[in-house]
Structures are given as C-alpha cells and as structure tokens.
C-alpha cells in the first residue's frame, strides 16, 4: 500500500494513477475529507472515479510515504505524524525548492529518505477533483545512505505514471529544477504574468543575472551545469509553460505562502555560506516577502 500525505494537485495525481493501476492507496490530508471519491480526468479527457481510503493520519508504520505537500508545509506534516512512523518506513519528499530533507533527517535520523521531482501538472479544481495538465519525467534518488536500498520503489510508480525513473544523482536533478524555479516563478509572481511573458526581450538580461548568479551558487555546492544550456532548459520550459501560471505567481494571487524559503532563501543561505554576492537574487527574495506579508 502507498500512503500520501497531501490531498493538493500532486498528491491526488499520484493517488488516482496508482489506483487505476491497481495499487492500495491511502491519502492523509491535513483536515477531514468529506467525500471518498476521487474524480480524475486524464490528458486524453477521460473521467475516472475512484473510492478512496482517507484520514489526518497514517495508517501503517511499514507501507511507503509518499509526501506531496508543499515545502513550506512539509516539516508540520510529518512533525504531525512522527508517532506513526516507523524506524524503517521509507519517505518520499516530493516538492519544489530544496532544504526539507535535511529537516526531515532531524525528525526521523534512521529512516531512508528519498528526494523526488515531478515535471507531472495536474489543477485541483475541489477537493478530491483534479485533472492532469501535463505529462512530465518523475526523478526519485536517495537523500541518505539508507534510501539506496530503496530503488524498487520506483517500478510501482513509474506503472502509475511513465516516466518515473531512479537518480543516484537527485541532488543534480533538484538542483536543476531549483534552478529553473528561481529564473520563472518570482518573476512570474511579481510581475504577475504567465509563464510566457517571460519570453519577452525585456526580461532576457534579468533572467540571465539570476541564472549567472544561481549558477555562481551551484558551482560553489560542485553542482555543474554549463551556463547557455541551462539558458536553453529554462527558455523550453518557459515555451512549454507559457500559458500556465507558475506556482510562485498562484500563491501570491491567492494570498498563500509561497516556496520563496526554500528557493530563493535556500540560494541565499547556501550563497552567504561560500561568501558569494548575489543581489538580483535577494532582490526577488525580498520582493516576495513583501508581497507575502501585504496578504496579512
Ligand atoms: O513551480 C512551477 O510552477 C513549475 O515548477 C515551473 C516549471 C516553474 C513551471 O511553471
């Protein structure tokens, strides 16, 4: 059986696919759910529908956590259940922005912990309703050493949705989606436009500060990309984006917290760390916080 903490987007995705593939689920969300039907509609336009076991809690300290909070929400939501967990219970963090994992080791010191990435979009429409909005690659790689033993997990999941594939190098894989997060989504939040706007010429030479300075940070953590490719991964994610709103941008409109700590703030710790100066990132970081606390 899998357990899922977090009823959002990513989390039903995962339950709804994982059931249609035959697998026991159990989704853990944060307050009672008031139906046990999980409506899904697929990239093809297909509705599906799928009885769901649910609570606030765990229901076993053995079967597979799969965490699909987001990173501002993750230390509490395991914090919530730490009774439940047990000593070898495998978590599996599944987020955007980096930083929550070494937290997670805090709680849980001797569990394997596995990081994981989704490219997978899906719109939750109420709870318990989504749709997919996109098909994308899944990375799941160990944070720690007892998570190597671990790779198994990823054949279940990549039978739920394609794609799914293990990373002994997570640590390059979320790097580089922290570095496509840091180039769109506080741009794409400040400015409150879609993705696609970025692809104005306007924003080319602010888009390359942040990308020079990010890349300045990953060198120091001997994380390597070369700086006109990695350009070009985040100008075809911003194609491939375009009409989408970033999560970063949603959360400032709704008023939410958004996953600047773990993204633009995570750059910044790591940045003071090597001494290295990177103003057009703490500009944006502290842009956000602004915004965030206008919401107040
Ligand atoms: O956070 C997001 O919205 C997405 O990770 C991305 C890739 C920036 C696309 O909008």
């Not at 909005?133 to 790779?151: C, E, R, S, V």
């Not at 010429?201 to 990695?230: G, M, N, R, Y």
Request: overall charge positive; hydrophobic content about 40%.
């Amino acid at each position: 059986m899998w357990q899922i903490i977090g009823a959002g987007a990513i989390g039903c995705l995962w339950a709804a696919n994982l059931k249609r593939t035959g697998q026991d689920v159990h989704l853990v969300s944060r307050s009672v759910l008031l139906s046990d039907t999980l409506h899904y509609q697929d990239l093809q336009q297909q509705d599906h529908q799928f009885t769901m076991s649910s609570g606030t809690t765990l229901i076993n300290s053995t079967d597979p956590v799969l965490v699909c909070v987001k990173a501002t929400q993750v230390k509490q939501a395991i914090q919530k259940q730490l009774k439940m967990i047990g000593p070898q219970q495998v978590i599996i963090l599944m987020h955007n922005g980096m930083g929550c994992a070494e937290q997670i080791q805090k709680l849980l010191p001797n569990n394997p912990i596995i990081c994981a990435t989704t490219a997978n979009a899906s719109l939750l429409h109420a709870p318990l309703e989504i749709q997919q909005t996109g098909l994308g690659i899944t990375y799941l790689g160990p944070f720690n050493k007892q998570a190597k033993l671990h790779k198994d997990l990823v054949r279940p999941l990549n039978l739920a949705l394609a794609n799914t594939h293990w990373a002994d190098d997570i640590k390059q894989k979320l790097w580089l989606k922290l570095l496509i997060n840091i180039a769109i989504n506080p741009l794409t939040a400040i400015y409150q436009i879609k993705n696609g706007l970025l692809q104005q010429s306007a924003f080319e030479p602010k888009i390359a500060a942040i990308t020079t300075e990010a890349l300045q940070v990953a060198q120091a953590e001997d994380i390597h990309f070369e700086e006109s490719e990695l350009l070009n991964i985040i100008r075809q994610v911003i194609d491939a984006t375009a009409e989408n709103y970033s999560s970063m941008n949603r959360d400032i409109y709704f008023q939410r917290s958004t996953e600047n700590e773990y993204i633009g703030g995570y750059l910044l710790k790591k940045a003071s760390r090597h001494n290295i100066e990177i103003p057009s990132i703490k500009s944006l970081y502290q842009q956000i916080k602004l915004l965030e606390k206008q919401k107040l």
